[in-house]
Nanobody, 119 residues
Framework: VQLQASGGGSVQSGGSLRLSCAAS????????MAWYRQAPGKQRELVAS???????DYADSAKGRFTISRDNTKNTVSLRMNSLEPEDTAVYYC??????????????WGQGTQVTVSS
């Protein structure tokens, strides 16, 4: 499984970015996809997820500002981030999860892409 994240960068507060993650060597449509982030000195946290049926879920901090989407024909998942704030500064990671049974899953991670928001 390979997950290649891209689209990070530096923006000013209020700006927008679009992250993309290209997956290979997996049956993409079978995976729950998600974006996590980790800020310096903090634990990794879930930002947004999208199920195999394209149902979405967001962290409270992301609701109304971020949109996750997937394209099963291109094996990609994207995160559109609007109204960015300095608190959004973190390394963002793409995650692919294959649920194989009750409470059982396999997780794969991309390499991370840095997002820096300046005030």
């Amino acid at each position: 499984v390979q997950l290649q994240a891209s689209g990070g960068g530096s923006v000013q507060s209020g700006g927008s970015l679009r992250l993309s993650c290209a997956a290979s060597r997996i049956t993409f449509s079978a995976y729950v996809m998600a974006w996590y982030r980790q800020a310096p000195g903090k634990q990794r946290e879930l930002v947004a997820s999208i199920t195999t049926g394209s149902s979405t879920d967001y962290a409270d901090s992301a609701k109304g500002r971020f949109t996750i989407s997937r394209d099963n024909t291109k094996n990609t998942v994207s995160l559109r981030m609007n109204s960015l704030e300095p608190e959004d500064t973190a390394v963002y990671y793409c995650n692919a999860r294959l649920v194989v049974g009750l409470g059982q899953s396999y997780d794969y991670w991309g390499q991370g892409t840095q997002v820096t928001v300046s005030s």
